[in-house]
């Protein structure tokens, strides 16, 4: 319980140094975390399918991931139930409304390091500067006060971790 208590600790003072960003960051912010909406996961496999040497593993990796990683986040957000912060901090306020109730993991984050790991595995390491877009992402959500820290690292390990998998189930 001492670890947990730690990392919550950590946690919180690393939310709120983050999240009280000035009108500009919290604008860049607001944008970055629109991208990871989801529209992009299913145009740019799509768009590129009849460019690459193998297209149809591509869409295979991406389907397989994102079908796995979408079941293990809705199951982990409703095993953990770890309150947002602006349940868990009574006088925050965040810069957004969250889809959703629960904070860990961030889906925004796992959905944006699946979809990089899956291009890089998929195209090569000249994908590999889009993990800078990864990390944006999931700054933007604890930023925006709509995430913890460690909500965003795990978001990035799952998301990460099953698109490795996914790309070594399709082989």
Not at 24 to 31: D, E, Q, Y
Not at 78 to 92: C, G, L, T, V
Not at 131 to 148: C, I, N, P
Request: aromatic content about 12%; overall charge positive; some cysteine.
């Amino acid at each position: 319980m001492r670890m947990l208590d730690s990392i919550q600790s950590v946690d919180r003072r690393l939310l709120l140094k983050m999240s009280h960003s000035q009108h500009p960051t919290v604008r860049m912010s607001r944008l970055v975390s629109r991208t990871a909406d989801g529209q992009l996961y299913l145009a740019i496999p799509l768009l590129l399918y009849p460019f690459v040497p193998d297209g149809e593993r591509l869409l295979l990796s991406c389907t397989v991931a994102f079908t796995v990683e979408r079941c293990i986040y809705w199951c982990l957000k409703r095993s953990f139930k770890r309150r947002r912060p602006e349940q868990a901090i009574s006088w925050f306020r965040g810069h957004i409304v969250a889809a959703d109730e629960f904070s860990l993991p961030s889906g925004h984050t796992s959905a944006a390091f699946l979809f990089v790991t899956v291009l890089v595995l998929n195209l090569g390491s000249s994908c590999l500067p889009l993990y800078a877009w990864s990390y944006a992402v999931a700054m933007s959500r604890v930023f925006l006060g709509v995430h913890f820290p460690s909500d965003t690292v795990v978001g990035a390990c799952i998301g990460s971790s099953i698109a490795y998998l996914a790309y070594v189930l399709v082989a």
